[in-house]
């Protein structure tokens, strides 16, 4: 585990960490979440020593971080990391040599570094590009070799400042797979990132910061926490779910969905016309997430199950429970209390 123990930082006067603890698992992805100026990048750069901490610790597989050359080294070989510019990582004309660097540094031989080159290619998915010069990669191809480059060293843990960061939907797909394909072996990964969508995907464990602050830290995502903190998330519609039992508001709707037999029967009764009959809570986030916005009239029964299924998804979530007092949902609970 690589964890910080009341962590303080600043550039000059300002102060950018403010008593951060902060904790991440081997075979866990850590997601670490925020809006810029959050201190996320500067958290990172102590993980693996290219940063000293004005006050506090950090600890790795329990033992503390040493600053002199020798223990730096060390540190690096077990904690990679892997910048968001793939340019400020990459030092080598070809992508076989950039990849070898650090383990050719480590004294391995040249029958091993072709081995260890092959393998971190495949991993991340450059099988065949050994001879070619890095100057002509994509840009996503940048960031699959700069990943190449840190596994090459087969650390225990790696740090991934913004991976998806201008990269395509193919892109992102390949850093999703390379996350997963750590995960598996064993690796312990810790993921800084603006995108909600990608958090999602590989996350384990989620832990938001604000104003140098961890704000909270859980193995769910909160998607109107992570609004408020500034992190990408879609372009969504809304959701506005009444009971069935309650009074129907005047509401400018897209769709109106009635979920249940007693929601169908209220909606009868108020010749309401209904757009979504089946499949309807399904059907109502996804009109939500294409940014409609969709009136759910739900059998009261129902609303936990909706309040339970709707957090999972990046939509704007709001219960009326008398007709017109609007509760926002928040599936770990509410913002203010989680700034201390």
Known sequence: MIETRNLWFGYDKAEVLRGVNFRAARREVTVLMGRNGAGKTTLLMHLNGLLKPRRGEIRVDGKKVSYDRKSLIELRKKVAYVFQNPDDQIIAPTVSQDVAF????????????????????????LEGYERRLCSTLSGGEKKKLAIASAIAMDP????????????????????????????????????????????????????????????????EVDFSLARKLGIRTFQSGKLIVVPHNTGIPDVSADF????????????????????????????????????????????????????REVVKFPVYFEILEDGKTRVEVKSIGDFNSCVG
């Open 156 to 219: 225990e843990y790696v740090i991934m400042d913004e991976p998806t960061a201008g990269v395509d939907a193919l892109g992102f797909k390949a850093v999703v797979e390379i996350v997963e394909r750590l995960r598996g072996r064993g690796k312990g990964l810790i993921v800084s990132t603006h995108d909600f969508d990608l958090a999602k995907a590989i996350g384990d464990k989620f832990v938001f910061m604000d104003a140098g602050k961890v704000v909270y830290e859980g193995d």
């Open 102 to 125: 650090g383990p050719a540094n480590l004294g391995f031989k040249e029958d091993e570094l072709k081995v260890i080159v092959n393998e971190a290619l495949r991993v991340v998915g």
């Open 256 to 307: 109106v969905a009635a979920m249940g037999y007693k929601a169908k029967e209220r909606a009868m009764k108020e010749g309401i016309n209904v757009d979504i009959t089946s499949t309807v809570l399904e059907r109502s986030i996804l009109r939500a997430i294409e940014g409609h916005t969709v009136l759910l009239i739900c059998s009261a029964e129902m609303l936990n199950v909706v309040r």
